[in-house]
């Protein structure tokens, strides 16, 4: 069932579609440095619960201004003094947006520039591929501010840099930038510039893929990930079977046969 996403409904959000189905979805707050507060996590759950099925073949995930975002609207949490049961439903609103977007099956490709602290690594983290440059750096400063974690870097943080860095992080306030921070995890990619412009040239290539095989790829990893080694196994193969005997795979399985298909070479 095929449904429409009306750009205009979005007021945190900056959407754009391209004709080749890549959707830009800026955080739009500069001036806050793209701070989540709850209006926010709620456009991001209404758009990526609708993304997988109004068509959408890849996001590119950016920040408007200098920074991709300073994490939890700091501002709006002293303001409204939450209760526990108050800040624990919000938590698991940020949980639903970012499960949304780790399970929904349409590649993200977060663009990382300036700021992605705190609840910004945790979103970043949800994004299936991450792309940073010179000025990006990732930190975790709960500890120096009397907070914890609560949208899943405990989980998605701790997948990429591991335990012991994920401790570090949070106990020390450490601060991750450049070479460092792609080497522990923190981003897949590295550019000098715009880290944009080469998040929109990934999305491009992950939507010229086929839909069934990204929802694969960007969804049942994930899931697999959850389960037990003889569960996982199980499920691969039945992921497999219907991805790989679906009719649209066809024509590029014999593209491959008859030697007309792109060749797999050495980047050099």
């Known amino acids: 069932m095929s449904i429409q996403i009306n750009p205009t409904d979005f007021t945190n959000l900056s959407l754009e579609a391209h004709d080749d189905g890549v959707w830009v979805v800026t955080l739009n707050r500069p001036t806050k440095r793209n701070?989540?507060?709850?209006?926010?996590?709620?456009?991001?759950?209404?758009?990526?619960?609708?993304?997988?099925?109004?068509?959408?073949?890849?996001?590119?995930?950016?920040?408007?201004?200098?920074?991709?975002?300073?994490?939890?609207?700091?501002?709006?949490?002293?303001?409204?003094?939450?209760?526990?049961?108050?800040?624990?439903?919000?938590?698991?609103?940020?949980?639903?947006?970012?499960?949304?977007?780790?399970?929904?099956?349409?590649?993200?490709?977060?663009?990382?520039?300036?700021?992605?602290?705190?609840?910004?690594?945790?979103?970043?983290?949800?994004?299936?591929?991450?792309?940073?440059?010179?000025?990006?750096?990732?930190?975790?400063?709960?500890g120096q501010r009397g907070l914890f974690t609560g949208g899943g870097a405990t989980i998605r943080v701790t997948d990429l840099v591991g335990k012991a860095r994920m401790i570090d992080m949070m106990l020390m306030g450490r601060v991750y930038s450049g070479a460092e921070a792609e080497e522990v995890g923190l981003a897949q990619y590295r550019v000098e510039g715009s880290s944009f412009d080469e998040a929109l040239r990934l999305a491009r290539r992950a939507a010229e893929n086929l839909p069934l095989s990204n929802f694969a790829i960007c969804s049942a990893v994930s899931h697999m990930q959850n389960m037990s080694a003889m569960d996982a196994a199980y499920a691969e193969a039945v992921v497999a079977g219907v991805v790989n005997t679906q009719p649209d795979a066809r024509a590029r399985l014999a593209a491959f046969a008859d030697k007309s298909g792109a060749r797999i070479r050495r980047n050099d």
């Open 35 to 142: 701070a989540l507060d709850i209006n926010t996590i709620e456009e991001l759950v209404t758009f990526f619960s609708a993304a997988p099925r109004a068509g959408v073949r890849a996001v590119v995930l950016a920040g408007a201004g200098d920074h991709f975002c300073a994490g939890l609207d700091l501002i709006e949490h002293h303001d409204e003094d939450r209760s526990p049961a108050d800040f624990m439903h919000v938590c698991l609103r940020w949980h639903e947006a970012f499960n949304k977007m780790e399970y929904g099956g349409v590649p993200i490709i977060a663009a990382l520039q300036g700021a992605v602290v705190g609840g910004g690594l945790e979103l970043a983290s949800a994004a299936h591929v991450r792309v940073m440059n010179e000025t990006t750096y990732f930190a975790l400063p709960e």
